[in-house]
């Protein structure tokens, strides 16, 4: 069956658009018409609002009382998948932070039978750690922090578990691990690192492209030495995400990165701006109603809004995508156009220039979401 969306405004992941239908047939988006263009004898489902591709979140702990360390399983990624899609995201790379090669491996084994069983919203996996810096780890746990070994290696290579994002600190690694990991289709992200510039901008001519939550647990830019945060902002093909929560990073430095990486005139016309994207960094109180939860051998609390550990150290984040993409239009004061990039088209770039997701055009997934002019989510629409 045929169906015919005219909302008040289609965001098609580039633009902000008035007078357009959106045709579906088979869930997937078939014909994008000018709503003159539209015959009189169909019949159009009328959509009083801002009619947008669903969400993606390249970094997502847990969610629904789920922590994917501790689940690692089909079951815990439905819980997870489920609670993070009443905000309106569609599109997770369910994440692992440092552990034990056997909670990664069973991690990555759980991805394959999502996919496999045609679970649309697991794009992929994200490892976060345990090649990262000991000072800059934050929560992840000590005992779990180690060189690449031909474990990982072996569970990098793997190409049953789609998109592979990989957070490491590249002081850790050597050229050589570097170069696996790009060689076998790994998206290399900086992070928990405490390198210096030149060590990020070797990293990144080696090929990493990306630095994880941007400004948290990295060496920070100073007059002296710019490190990974000067290293992310004054390399224009880097892309990099932020957790906007206003707790992770000042509201000031947050719009500063914005300017730079998506809305700077410094860099050449053919570089594709729109390198700063927004992640969750959710853990397993999002869709949840829980008011702390065990890290390993760590109590997180859920207080205001914020997590941290009894020491006062932040453990993950009490966001949704929804919420981050509400603060990047009130807090960092840009468009809903912009703010909507940042969640949908600017991650997608990132991890796959040709994917389906992430934007409403011709051939792309017809699950979208419909928010009201003040981004509050009013449905999804799933077909």
């Not at 992310?232 to 206003?246: F, K, M, P, S």
Request: with cysteine.
């Amino acid at each position: 069956m045929t169906l015919h969306y005219t909302p008040r405004f289609l965001f098609d992941g580039h633009e902000l658009l008035e007078n357009r239908v959106v045709k579906v047939d088979d869930g997937k988006v078939i014909d994008i018409l000018v709503v003159n263009d539209l015959s009189e004898n169909i019949q159009a489902i009328k959509l009083d609002g801002i009619l947008s591709p669903g969400f993606v979140d390249l970094q997502v702990n847990g969610g629904g009382g789920v922590l994917f360390n501790d689940e690692p399983d089909l079951l815990g990624l439905k819980k997870i998948l489920t609670a993070h899609q009443q905000y309106g995201t569609e599109y997770i790379l369910p994440t692992i932070i440092t552990d034990d090669i056997n909670v990664m491996v069973r991690a990555a084994d759980a991805v394959c039978m999502a996919r496999q069983s045609n679970l649309e919203g697991i794009i992929g996996i994200h490892f976060e750690g345990p090649h990262i810096s000991a000072p800059k780890k934050g929560v992840h746990p000590d005992k779990f922090i180690r060189p690449l070994s031909q474990q990982e290696k072996a569970l990098y290579a793997r190409s049953d578990i789609g998109i592979k994002l990989v957070t490491i600190a590249p002081e850790v690694l050597s050229e050589k691990d570097l170069e696996f990991l790009i060689e076998n289709n790994c998206i290399v992200s900086i992070g928990h690192t405490n390198a210096s510039y030149s060590t990020h901008c070797s990293a990144l001519e080696l090929g990493a492209s990306g630095f994880t939550h941007l400004f948290n647990a990295m060496s920070p830019l100073t007059g002296r030495e710019p490190g990974a945060v000067g290293a992310a902002l004054n390399n224009e093909g880097a892309y990099a995400g932020i957790i906007l929560d206003g707790y992770h990073v000042d509201y000031a430095s947050a719009k500063l990165a914005w300017k730079i990486k998506n809305n700077s005139m410094s860099f050449s016309e053919s570089s594709k701006l729109g390198r700063l994207y927004l992640v969750s960094d959710a853990m397993s109180s999002i869709g949840s109603q829980i008011d702390s939860f065990q890290l390993f051998d760590q109590t997180v609390l859920v207080q205001d809004g914020r997590l941290t550990n009894e020491a006062g150290t932040l453990a993950g984040a009490h966001l949704n995508l929804l919420t981050a993409v509400q603060n990047a239009h009130q807090h960092l004061d840009i468009s809903i156009k912009e703010s909507l990039k940042m969640a949908t088209s600017y991650p997608t770039e990132y991890i796959d220039q040709n994917a389906t997701i992430g934007g409403i055009k011709i051939g792309s997934r017809a699950n979208f979401i419909l928010l009201d002019l003040d981004l509050n989510l009013i449905e999804r629409i799933t077909n």
